[in-house]
């Protein structure tokens, strides 16, 4: 009988003991001492003589396609590596968990009657959607439970807040709560931004919040009123076809998406620089006529085709998350200037232009109010309006000189 030849199969006598298999190329069996069964004409043998020629294959070192960066671990990385500390780890944490509460009320808001307007208006004159009310309600209980957040201060709420639950830490957090809220009945993109400044020890948390301010009070006004150049973290979650945490701690920008399989938001971009430039603006056009002469030439030179022979593309969402990513990803500049109607604009400098503004900074554009860095601007209230610019840093110094 010929010898036997198998690929992928090796037999071993008794003999012998194997504690690892490697990969076999090529493996030829012989069988010595041949009997053969009356039925089959099967080869047996009392003593088998194995000879097999392969290679071993070499060792490869892989990631495993199951590791995966959750945005609790890569907190805790840079809590190991000293960059932030425990307190800042669960203010983040808290802030995550708000931002997954508020994406399922986003994605279920018409099948839960979250839709439509809740029938009051805000501090800004502004009339408050349902989600509105209840993002906010949302995103200052998840910071409250924290125990590690000292002042609060919403786009929703008159002043901030200071919250008594605070045990051992005293961080002030800021945030708009559901920025772009008007484009909810239409389920179109909208978000959530924040930025953290450190604790400060002359507003301390022991004070029970009161419709008029006493002096303490007004203390914690002050101490919110930080210049953005102070923030220590800031950042933003997009709720689209998916829900985008974007971040940064002062080391460059990282983007969590949430994986709807697991609950977590996996790690799926480091390091996010912005283009230099960009052939994209995003402006509300509907407010040309009440714009200034400098701006409207501005806004007339990127629709000329110039030698290029191809003009900038125009994209506005309504949402500035919305708008703001797309620009951080693909370049150009997002811009609302103040008009004839709104001298100041309509985004707020403390919650809105300055945590976006570190963002841009961290990932190499660039924030203007058209005339100086919106990180510079030192607030003197909590809803204070600035003219916001900003993308790409040669699209914005571009527009720069022609408010000059």
Known sequence: MAATTSSNLLHFSSSHTISRLTPLKTTLLTCSKR???ANGGTCTTTGVRCMAVASEAESVKKTSSYQLMTLTNWLLKQEQAGIIDAELTIVLSSISMACKQIGSLVQRASISNLT???GAVNIQGEDQ??????????FSNCLRSSGRT???ASEEEDV????EESYSGNYIVVFDPLDGSSNIDAAVSTGSIFGIYSPNNECLADIDFDETLDSEEQKCIVSVCQPGSNLLAAGYCMYSSSIIFVLSIGTGVYSFTLDPMYGEFLLTQEKIQIPKSGKIYSFNEGNYALWDDKLKKYMDSLKD???SGKPYSARYIGSLVGDFHRTLLYGGIYGYPRDKKSKNGKLRLLYECAPMSYLVEQAGGKGSDGYQRVLDIQPTEIHQRVPLYIGSTEEVEKLEKYLA
Request: no cysteine.
């Open 35 to 37: 009997r053969f069964s």
């Open 160 to 163: 901030p807040v200071a919250v």
């Open 150 to 152: 000292g002042i609060i």
């Open 116 to 118: 439509g307007g809740q």
């Open 305 to 307: 085709p110039g030698p």
């Open 129 to 138: 959607k349902k989600l509105d009310v209840v993002s906010n309600e949302v």
